[in-house]
């Protein structure tokens, strides 16, 4: 076996290990292809026993579970921990553990990388509060320049990363595993929506939206907008046609998504990070076969002009947003050119595809 693959990753987050569907396929593959992978967390009081994977997983103990107190002390354990490991290379998940990260690889003088899920400064919580955005801007200044190596999520954050910090990254897609697939047939038209129920959503249009629709929407989340998500549906009148879900386990996930009609993704044009990204729920329905309603924004649009698998939304309107579910679930011509689009673009953007960036980026160090 090539001396690589005895080299010692560590990967670092700051969520629930067992319901990080992204790093749970980064970490596997990467197992997989012969590396030492160790993923490491914080521990929650409310954390279930970790599920057994194909790498290790650590949890580290906190005292806080959110806010400043958090962040600092779950830093100061990490940067630590981080010390008395041997491991050869040390990767930042997000501008949440980089600090640590970067100090740590520089004392032990071992390789670092940065895995770029979001532009973290350009969310719409960091934007909207100053001296949050402040802070974080002066972390991703002192550290992302000298992460050389790093890789995220499409060609548009890779675009930011080299204007704003002089860094070259390859774009590794959170794209899902491809699996052999038998659409079921589906009696009833259902609207699915599956993610976080948060603010910038787009659910204060979404909801309204749904006066006009002769369907049913389902939606598979919780998040900080759940309560006014609920209340929105009371206040239009429209128990009837939304259900909510709440949190729903991703292996239960999936039975949701496949027999769902259309797929939402939708992201109101708060932040840079919403326009520029490219939601991993957007695969998850193309490789279900589920044509969906999507933002016109850059990423999607992309796809889109190679492979028309989503109906995309020009105004985040209640108007327009439901001429476009209409035109989906009244055109069946239309319907059906789309969920073929759906056939053929999962197998060029599936995980196996993506992996393959993936591991070369880790050879090359």
């Known amino acids: 076996m090539p001396q690589m693959a005895s080299k010692r990753i560590i990967c670092t987050v700051t969520n629930d290990l067992n319901y990080d569907q992204r790093m749970i396929r980064i970490c596997t593959s990467l197992a997989q292809a012969g590396y030492d992978v160790t993923l490491v967390g914080f521990q929650r009081k409310n954390s279930k026993p970790l599920t057994q994977r194909p790498f290790n997983q650590v949890r580290l103990p906190i005292i806080a579970e959110q806010g400043k107190a958090m962040y600092i002390f779950y830093w100061i354990s990490l940067f630590f921990f981080l010390l008395r490991r041997d491991d050869d290379i040390l990767c930042a998940i997000d501008i949440d553990t980089i600090l640590p990260v970067y100090y740590a690889s520089r004392i032990r003088k ?17 934007i909207s509060r100053p001296a949050v955005h402040k802070m974080w801007s002066w972390i991703a200044n002192h550290c992302v320049p000298h992460f050389k190596t790093g890789y995220t999520i499409g060609d548009s954050y890779a675009g930011y990363f080299k204007k704003q910090y002089g860094v070259e990254y390859g774009v590794v897609r959170n794209a899902t595993i491809l699996k052999p697939l038998q659409i079921p047939d589906k009696h009833e038209r259902i609207i699915l929506y599956q993610g976080w129920v948060n603010v910038g959503r787009c659910f204060e249009q979404l909801i309204p939206a749904m006066q006009y629709v002769n369907a049913r929407l389902v939606v598979c989340g919780e998040g900080n ?32 998504t496949i027999s769902a ?54 105004e985040l309107t209640p108007e327009c947003i439901a001429e476009k579910l209409n035109k989906l679930l009244n055109d069946d011509d239309y319907y059906k050119r789309l969920q073929q689009n759906c056939l053929a673009a999962r197998k060029k953007y599936c995980w196996q595809e993506e992996e393959k960036k993936l591991i070369a980026i880790y050879n090359n160090l």
């Open 225 to 256: 907008f759940y309560e006014q998500a609920q209340a929105l549906t009371k206040q239009h009148n429209l128990e009837n046609k939304i259900t909510f879900k709440g949190y729903v386990p991703p292996a239960q996930l999936g039975d949701h």
């Open 110 to 126: 071992k390789k670092r990388v940065y895995d770029a899920h979001e532009i973290f400064t350009e969310l719409k919580e960091v």
């Open 261 to 314: 009609y259309i797929g939402i993704t939708l992201f109101e044009d708060t932040a840079l990070s919403n326009r520029l990204s490219l939601a991993n729920r957007f695969f998850d329905y193309m490789h279900s076969g589920v044509p969906q309603l999507c933002n016109k924004y850059p990423e999607y649009e992309r796809v889109n002009a190679e492979y028309e698998v989503a109906a995309l939304v020009p």
